[in-house]
């Protein structure tokens, strides 16, 4: 098994990754605050200027496959759907990001408010999958997905028993599986957006070495 050391800071991220230099991380893996959708006690509320955040998270990745994973859903208020995931997403192509795939976050659970009755609930969020250079720093397709003919031989071959992963992800949500720790629920927080730890997992097992 491998180990390796983890520094864990706490801090407003603007300021935090303004610490270090230039091309530090080989990718960068956040699930920003986005619109109202994010809601939990006062003291975690903070104000989210994403000019500067994206222009640090550009400046620390390597300048050659450095990757970022946004990972980002879309509000609806007063009756109208945000484009503030594919504005986010523009915004980096202007840096001089590489738009390199959409891994569709797919909620196994809807929102408390589902249906909306007048559109479709929205069972999906985008994880927008970035990169400077001219190539992406890795990708590992995840092959988890059983094979009906596996183990059946065809032209000489044998088919293998799981085949790769399409881009849309079907992940456990919700109280008791998105995390399996009752932090952000403890002393009457309810964190309505809280990132399923598996799919953390397998995006970094994908897009990591």
């Not at 640090?56 to 990757?67: D, F, N, P, S, V």
């Not at 007063?78 to 909620?107: C, Q, R, W």
């Not at 927080?189 to 995006?203: D, G, K, Q, Y």
């Amino acid at each position: 098994m491998k180990t390796c050391d983890i520094e864990l800071r706490c801090g407003d991220s603007s300021v935090v990754m303004a610490e270090y230099p230039d091309g530090f991380f080989d990718c960068v893996l956040t699930s920003p605050p986005f619109q109202s959708l994010r809601v939990g006690v006062a003291e975690y509320h903070s104000v989210f200027d994403f000019d500067v955040i994206s222009q640090q998270i550009h400046r620390l990745l390597k300048a050659e496959g450095g990757t970022l994973i946004w990972q980002i859903g879309a509000e609806v208020k007063h009756g109208i759907k945000s484009t503030v995931p594919e504005e986010n997403l523009l915004a980096f192509k202007k840096l001089g990001m590489n738009y390199h795939d959409d891994i569709l976050y797919l909620k196994s659970s809807l929102p408390f408010h589902s249906p909306t009755h007048n559109r479709h609930a929205n069972c999906y969020e985008h994880c927008y999958v970035m990169y400077r250079g001219k190539k992406i720093g890795a990708v590992n397709v995840i092959a988890d997905k059983a094979n009906s003919t596996g183990g059946r031989i065809e032209a000489g071959k044998i088919r293998p028993m799981f085949s790769e992963r399409t881009n849309a992800w079907l992940i456990h949500s919700g109280h008791n599986k998105s995390t399996l720790d009752n932090i952000s629920y403890e002393n009457g927080l309810r964190f309505s957006a809280v990132m399923p730890e598996i799919l953390t997992a397998n995006l970094i097992t994908t897009f990591t070495n």
